[in-house]
């Protein structure tokens, strides 16, 4: 029992800690190298200053991750360091995270939401979602949903105090006089969370169905348009090759008058074989339009662009699901202290 406890112990040293450590410092360079791109590319887009506003949040969630998961680099050296360094960032990673889910929940939400106007409302989108609405709609955004979180901030404070286990003055959480006259405080802040997060999920989901019906429609209008050029080709080229015969028949009538009842009977089999390329003509032509007709229900397929928005909400509605469903909070009224 006690090597599996020992197992145990390394397994989720591994995972809970160098694991997050290196994932944490890998987010930082990404989002970094996120943000000097959008950077770069300006502000012109309204869609980059929402993706810029996203790599922002999740850099600092990531930066204050890596900073906390450092804990183990410290226990490395010194017991007391890693206490210490464990309870000062603990509070710092854990209102960091809190309030950024519901940042970044309303700035993908807001994006969702833009993508949708853009196909209900493509030639109106750009006079409706300008820069400035964007701008001033994402910092409202973000500003609300950190306020509603924000008591979660005035729970606890560290403070320092002797501790005759390890001889030393070591970091200590302790619930603020805040906290103790508004103890049902943690329960607002959990259904205020939640709330945020439901409600950028619907709404994310409800914009993922309209984009997807009219992905489909805009799809079957490619279709039908590309059937119906086709069809208006194949009868402008049997309408041209058949006055073309005509044309070409009159000139010889016209030119073979006098001929004897042999030589038209010889002008009738020479034109006979523009007669039967007329007919083949026509043949195509009402073969391809029946080609057509099946194409229009059958090969209404979407872009491989489309196909990866479709794919890409889709994953946001999957993590949302994930996101959302019923979990431990990380913050109690009782037991914070103990489950360090």
């Known amino acids: 029992m006690k090597e599996i ?37 300006g502000f012109r887009e309204t869609a980059n200053i929402s993706l810029m506003l996203i790599a922002v949040i999740d850099c600092v969630k990531c930066s204050v991750s890596f900073l906390y998961r450092g804990y183990g680099l410290a226990g490395l050296f010194d017991v007391v360091l890693e206490v210490n360094w464990t309870r000062v960032t603990y509070l710092l990673n854990a209102h960091v995270q809190n309030l950024g889910v519901p940042m970044v929940s309303v700035v993908t939400m807001y994006v969702t939401v833009e993508r949708c106007v853009c196909m209900c409302l493509p030639l109106k989108v750009k006079s409706i979602l300008t820069t400035k609405v964007t701008a001033i709609s994402l910092i409202s955004l973000i500003t609300l949903s950190g306020a509603t979180i924000s008591p979660i901030c005035m729970m606890y404070y560290v403070t320092w105090f002797y501790d005759p286990i390890f001889n030393q003055t070591v970091a200590q959480y302790m619930p603020t006089d805040y906290f103790i006259r508004n103890i049902h405080i943690v329960d607002y802040i959990n259904v205020i969370y ?147």
């Open 5 to 41: 406890t020992e197992v145990r112990l390394i397994v989720d040293s591994v995972i809970q800690l160098w694991g997050s450590f290196f994932l944490g410092g890998t987010g930082v360079v990404s989002n970094a190298l996120n943000i000097a791109v959008f950077w770069r590319l």
């Open 194 to 340: 939640m709330c945020w997060n439901s409600t950028a999920f619907v709404v994310i989901a409800i914009c993922t169905v309209i984009i997807i019906v009219k992905l489909q429609k805009h799809a079957t209008f490619r279709s039908e348009h590309f059937s119906n050029s086709t069809l208006k080709n194949l009868s402008t080229n049997t309408v041209a090759v058949a006055d073309k015969e005509k044309s070409i028949a009159r000139c010889d009538r016209e030119s073979n008058v006098s001929s004897s009842h042999e030589d038209t009977s010889i002008e009738h089999t020479s034109a006979h074989p523009r007669q039967s390329k007329i007919f083949k003509v026509r043949r195509r032509f009402q073969g391809g339009r029946g080609s057509t007709l099946k194409t229009r229900q059958s090969d209404v397929h979407l872009s491989k662009k489309e196909s990866r928005l479709v794919k890409m909400l889709l994953l946001i509605i999957l993590v949302y699901c994930i996101n959302i469903l019923p979990r431990q909070n990380s913050i109690r009224p009782v037991g914070i202290i103990t489950c360090i």
